[in-house]
């Protein structure tokens, strides 16, 4: 009785079961000029955060980091897709060959900053559309489900897009016009993407507050600009790209993001519910859960996503 009142009013049970530890072997990278490695401490020769994660660096760049994609899975094969100047849109189109390429490779990781120049685009007439952003959110969704296609599907981490303006777009003077609607579309945009992989199972890399007060904010308002700056000063040099310092910044946030991987937990925990609807939560239960996720090849951190879009428990 007490079992059919607890499943009757929603509380799951919860269970844990073995985990392989988080092996990866070939990983994609998508995106626009930002992970080309585009940095105007170097243009037009290129340097970014990809660079510094894939262990190329010396004279005359940064060093080579210790701390790189081989340190945490050697041998991995890693391929940078990423095509600068690419929109959402176009890699999420039905023959993208950016997309095909990407599949082609069959990675098992795959990390995506892409939307960027969307939103440039659609702030060329200084307004976004409500159709404009759902073109870039349908287009987002798109390049997720492509990847899923993949058998196995990869595991996916989304990057969230920095703000250059700091949260200070609408206060941009006439020259820099057609900007101000940045700062609300990066929030906006932000919030989606977080949602998107929430939904999807997928991994985040929060770029936007590591970047926050760290860009061209400081010169229409900002009053707590933080050093050092991640973007060229001043803005009279504009210019979209990190520096290498903001490079940096997004190296170690994906790199700290794939160490979590690969040190993730053995262990890891189901929720489920009264899937056979007997009254009870139970074994049966979990078993019925495990079947559907093996039958879908889900990974367990996607375990948890799956359990939600049932309605059966928050993670
Ligand atoms: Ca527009």
Redesign the pocket.
């Given at each position: 009785m007490l079992r059919g009142i607890l499943a009757l009013s929603g509380i799951v049970l919860v269970a844990s079961a073995p985990c392989a530890a988080r092996e990866f072997t070939r990983l994609a990278v998508l995106g626009d000029s930002v992970n080309y490695g585009v940095n105007p401490d170097y243009d037009p020769v290129v340097h970014g955060w990809t660079h510094m994660l894939l262990g190329v660096g010396g004279d005359p760049f940064p060093p080579t980091r210790e701390a790189t994609l081989h340190s945490l899975w050697p041998g991995m094969a890693a391929l940078n897709a990423s095509v600068s100047g690419s929109t959402a849109v176009q890699w999420a189109a039905g023959n993208s060959p950016y997309m095909n390429s990407v599949l082609a490779f069959q990675p098992d990781l795959a990390i995506v900053l892409l939307g960027g120049w969307d939103v440039i685009?659609?702030?060329?007439?200084?307004?976004?559309?409500t159709a404009?952003k759902n073109q870039l959110f349908s287009s987002l969704s798109t390049i997720v489900a492509r990847l899923e296609t993949l058998d196995p599907p990869p595991y996916i981490i989304l990057l969230t897009y920095y703000d250059l303006m700091d949260g200070y777009s609408q206060s941009l003077p006439l020259i820099y016009g057609r900007y101000r609607p940045l700062s609300p579309m990066t929030l906006e945009g932000n919030a989606f993407i977080r949602q998107l992989a929430s939904e999807r199972g997928c991994g985040v890399v929060d770029v936007y507050p590591a970047f926050l007060h760290h860009c061209y904010g400081r010169q229409f308002g900002d009053p707590t600009p933080l050093e050092p700056p991640y973007v060229r000063l001043p803005v009279s040099n504009l210019d979209i790209h990190p520096n290498t310092a903001g490079h940096e910044q997004i190296y170690l946030l994906v790199y700290d993001a794939l160490a979590g991987l690969r040190r993730e937990p053995e262990r890891f925990t189901v929720e489920t519910a009264d899937l056979d609807k007997s009254g009870a939560v139970d074994g049966t239960d979990l078993v019925l859960l495990l079947s559907s996720v093996r039958e879908r090849r889900t990974r367990p951190r996607s375990l948890l996503s799956f359990a939600q879009v049932w309605g059966m428990g928050t993670p």
């Open positions: 685009n659609f702030m060329a007439d200084g307004t976004i559309t404009e």
